[in-house]
């Protein structure tokens, strides 16, 4: 026996505690006394915190660091999707086509039907830009102006935006979480969009359905003039505004249909931005270039204006890509030394069906979140923790990244504490505590995807087929993508349940 081998042990669970207590208590602390500070720098101190609790448990330093990096080698293919997608945000706004989104969704604006039309055109931005948050901060601030002059509830008005804008970035495949959940399950990104539509769209509508009810109310006054200073904004600072300028949202959808992997269809799409700048908006090659790299500048008198375009560009997405690493970092580093393992391990040994598993991953998703504050960590460190039990009980791996979806990007706006839910409550007006109960789409999804799997209903298998919401099993167009030997197992497990009769067969 090699008496210089140390043997190493799982934390117990004071100890496993400890790293997230101590970022809890950072965010929390910035959260009360209106720091303002972002989450790098304590994510990256909790890494610290978390190699010294796995010194202690026997690890060193050296594998723990490498834990951390292979981490964020997973998820490189995502950090390099994100860094392009800031390109392709940059390019469709300088050709005009985010813009025009925003002016034709305005035009149909109709005050009977206000809180359905915000979530819907909020989705639908949302899906064009990829980012709740500057839907937020434009269309947002907008609606709340317009909504308040109705006399609507404003809590209820930020629940309406919310709920469009998160499922909107919750479907973009310019979205960062979208593109880092897909990354983190090892799936296709428009594998993963697709699986999406079996329970988020369901839940969108009965969210709308909801809206619609509270529209049916009485309202006396309406104020267009927020809408129409900033549809005169647009038309007035580009050279051409057209429909033709949609081109290349459809584009998105042609490329999501075909399944062009990620990061040639985002180049193509950044391209195809870049072409039509030049040809409707009179834009140079030079402009073009810079615009890729450091975003779209325009100067307006009008704020929201002003939010909407000046955006994009590779360099605005190096906040969110350093937050990744160190985030991806810590995961990788509290999975190595078992911290969560420690915590919900227990959990995952008593899991037997599909829907156990989905329970399981969803509330995960929402305790890293909760407590680790940042909803990036709510994707890597569930992922990192039950793909191998997709894959054993014979379910995809889009089945997985839309789990974490569920459970991890609708979640965050929820956090009093966390960066999104703070930034939200900060740009719309209104305390987090209050929205929360009118963020119909957030709180309906994972309810949706836990209560329709009690029968069967809408869980991905490994071989491409699918249950519906009803439980009915259906033919699918082919497996979601997964590493090789991860797809291997996972069939394997299929076919055994399947001749053991435990799922149907085709």
Not at 324 to 342: D, H, N, P, R, T
């Amino acid at each position: 026996m090699n008496e210089n081998v140390k043997t190493v042990r799982l934390p117990n669970k004071v100890e496993a505690l400890i790293p997230i207590i101590f970022l809890l208590t950072i965010m929390i602390s910035n959260y009360v006394f209106q720091w303002g500070q972002d989450p790098h720098i304590p994510v990256t101190l909790s890494c610290g915190v978390a190699m010294l609790i796995g010194r202690l448990c026997g690890y060193t330093f050296k594998d723990m660091l490498a834990a951390g990096l292979e981490a964020v080698n997973q998820s490189l293919e995502a950090i390099i999707i994100i860094l392009l997608v800031g390109c392709l945000i940059g390019s469709f706004t300088a050709c005009g086509t985010i813009p025009s989104v925003v002016y034709y969704g305005l035009k149909l604006l109709s005050p009977g039907i206000f809180l359905p039309f915000v979530t819907v055109m909020c989705a639908v931005v949302g899906i064009a830009l990829g980012s709740a948050w500057t839907v937020s901060a434009t269309l947002g601030i907008a609606f709340m102006a317009i909504g308040t002059t109705m006399g609507l509830n404003p809590a209820l008005i930020a629940g309406a935006i919310l709920s469009g804008a998160c499922c909107g970035d919750k479907f973009s495949p310019l979205s960062d979480s979208t593109n880092l959940a897909a990354g983190s399950a090892q799936t296709g990104l428009f594998d993963h969009v697709a699986a999406m539509i079996t329970t988020t769209f369901p839940s969108l509508i009965i969210a709308i359905c909801i809206y619609a009810f509270f529209s049916f109310s009485s309202i006396e006054a309406y104020d267009p003039t927020l809408a129409n200073e900033l549809s005169a904004s647009i038309t007035g600072h580009y050279n051409y505004m057209s429909p033709l300028l949609l081109i290349p949202i459809l584009m998105i959808i042609i490329v999501a249909v075909i399944k062009m992997p990620a990061i040639p269809s985002i180049v193509l799409l950044s391209l195809v931005g870049c072409g039509f700048a030049v040809v409707f908006q009179g834009a140079g090659i030079a402009d073009c270039i810079k615009m890729l790299h450091l975003g779209y500048e325009a100067e307006s008198t009008n704020e929201l204006f002003y939010k909407l375009v000046n955006r994009g560009g590779m360099n605005s997405m190096l906040w969110t890509n350093n937050l990744v690493i160190v985030a991806v970092a810590f995961g990788g580093i509290l999975q190595k030394i078992g911290a969560v393992e420690s915590i919900l391990g227990g959990l995952i040994h008593k899991v037997k069906t599909p829907l156990q598993l989905i329970v399981v991953t969803i509330a995960t998703s929402m305790f890293c979140i909760t407590t680790m504050c940042d909803q990036y960590l709510g994707l890597i460190i569930p992922s990192s923790m039950y793909k191998e039990n997709f894959d054993k009980m014979g379910l995809s791996r889009n089945m997985l990244s839309r789990t974490l979806e569920d459970g991890g990007t609708l979640w965050s706006p929820l956090v009093p504490w966390s960066s999104c839910g703070s930034y939200h409550s900060a740009v719309l007006g209104v305390p987090t505590l209050s929205y929360i109960p009118y963020c119909f789409m957030n709180l309906i999804n994972p309810v949706f995807a836990m209560v329709t799997a009690i029968w069967g209903g809408n869980i991905l298998f490994a071989d491409g087929s699918r249950t519906n919401m009803f439980g009915k099993l259906k033919k699918g167009h082919g497996p979601a993508g997964a590493p090789e030997e991860a797809h291997k197992i996972a069939m394997e497990a299929l076919v055994e349940k399947r001749k053991a009769g435990i799922y149907k067969s085709i």
